[in-house]
């Protein structure tokens, strides 16, 4: 591809499909390009589920992020006629007094969502938990299909005009005189305004970022459901607190049975291209023994994928609208939990680039907190 538009989204995973497809529905001239062909498993935008929360532990800054993106997801379904966000609730479960379970609650309050506690809540009868952990269900939450939801933004960007170029990588940008420049293998494209949501390649494109972006290498597993017990109608989604870290995952909804992945670990990784894909032994033996513990009902491990996060310093999210460069916007570090606001900062990406007000207010998460 080559030639002009009005604005370019580089990077179609989640954050790059919604920004592009919000664009295109409102009227954009707008062209996006992908290194790989997209949805596709060699990112951070895949593995059959993700989890989508409100009550957030991590900040009451995320809470309008948070609201937001719920809205979005269920416009998504509605629009689509898919059922992308299964609202099926989040268990959480923690020592008593731990942070998790108990910022959830803090969260829930100020945001005027409703959670109830104890042993009784959703999930109760799957999960076991140790003496002394306590339980929080939050019925508005639930999970999203990470693979469905970027195709149907790009059939929606591509339905609504936008110009999409698959294993199309950008090599570089720079300023041109009324706007940026953007070289491709073989061709270069004039852009107004430019939205980078290239996720662990973002350094290559942003070199300021480069020093402040690390990835952790993590390994998604799935379970067996030998009984039919563990899909969304008996089985909440869920994180729990247990042997050093956060432990998540997401009901049964495919052959592969109930999907796990530890938060929390050190696995660095230098750049995406060099990330070591293949499952080994130690990979399958914690995530195995915390299941056992956990979902004593599951069957064996089936299947194991890996992912990466790309971590800022901080673990919050960098949303930088024109600090780089007045005619970029850099969606990076979501640090692993960043995929289910992203109908909402796609919105906000899309704002930016037609110089329209911002639904939320996002400065918690400009690049100049780091000084």
């Avoid at 989508?52 to 937001?68: C, F, I, K, N, S």
């Avoid at 998604?220 to 109608?233: I, N, R, T, V």
């Avoid at 990784?269 to 513990?293: I, K, N, W, Y």
């Amino acid at each position: 591809m080559s030639g002009r538009c009005d604005i370019a989204v580089i990077g179609l995973g989640a954050m790059g499909a919604a920004a592009l497809s919000a664009l295109a529905q409102a009227g954009a001239d707008v062209a996006g390009f992908e290194r790989h062909d997209s949805p596709h498993d060699l990112g951070s935008s895949h593995g059959e589920s993700r989890l989508v929360r409100q009550a957030y532990a991590e900040g009451e800054r995320y809470l309008p992020l948070a609201r937001r993106s719920a809205e979005l997801w269920r416009a998504l379904n509605a629009r689509t006629g898919e059922a992308i966000y299964t609202e099926c609730g989040v268990h959480y479960a923690a020592p008593a007094g731990a942070r998790l379970t108990r910022d959830v609650v803090r969260a829930a309050q100020a945001a005027g969502l409703p959670v109830r506690t104890g042993e009784g809540v959703p999930g109760a009868d799957r999960i076991t938990c140790p003496a002394g952990h306590e339980r929080v269900f939050e019925p508005e939450a639930g999970f999203v299909r990470p693979e469905a939801a970027i195709a149907a933004w790009l059939s929606q960007a591509r339905s609504a005009g936008a110009r999409v170029a698959m294993r199309t990588p950008v090599r570089h940008i720079a300023r041109s005189a009324d706007g940026v420049s953007l070289a491709l293998e073989g061709g270069a494209v004039q852009a107004r305004r430019v939205i980078v949501t290239a996720g662990g390649w973002t350094g290559d494109l942003a070199a300021p970022l480069r020093a402040r972006l690390t990835l952790q290498r993590r390994m998604m597993s799935w379970f067996a459901d030998p009984d039919g017990l563990h899909g969304p109608e008996r089985l909440p989604a869920f994180v729990i607190e247990a042997q050093g870290g956060w432990y998540y995952g997401a009901p049964a909804i495919g052959q592969d049975g109930v999907k796990i992945g530890r938060h929390h670990g050190d696995q660095p990784c230098a750049h995406p291209d060099q990330l070591d894909r293949a499952p080994g032994p130690e990979d399958a033996a914690e995530v195995t023994g915390f299941a056992r513990s956990a979902l004593p009902g599951l069957g064996p491990l089936t299947r194991q994928a890996a992912c990466f996060y790309t971590m800022s310093p901080d673990e919050d999210f960098i949303l930088s609208f024109g600090e780089l460069d007045p005619d970029m916007a850099v969606v990076a570090g979501l640090s692993g939990h960043g995929f289910k606001f992203a109908p909402a900062i796609g919105e906000a990406l899309a704002r930016w680039a037609l110089d329209e007000t911002p639904a939320i207010d996002l400065s918690a998460f400009a690049l100049a907190r780091f000084g």
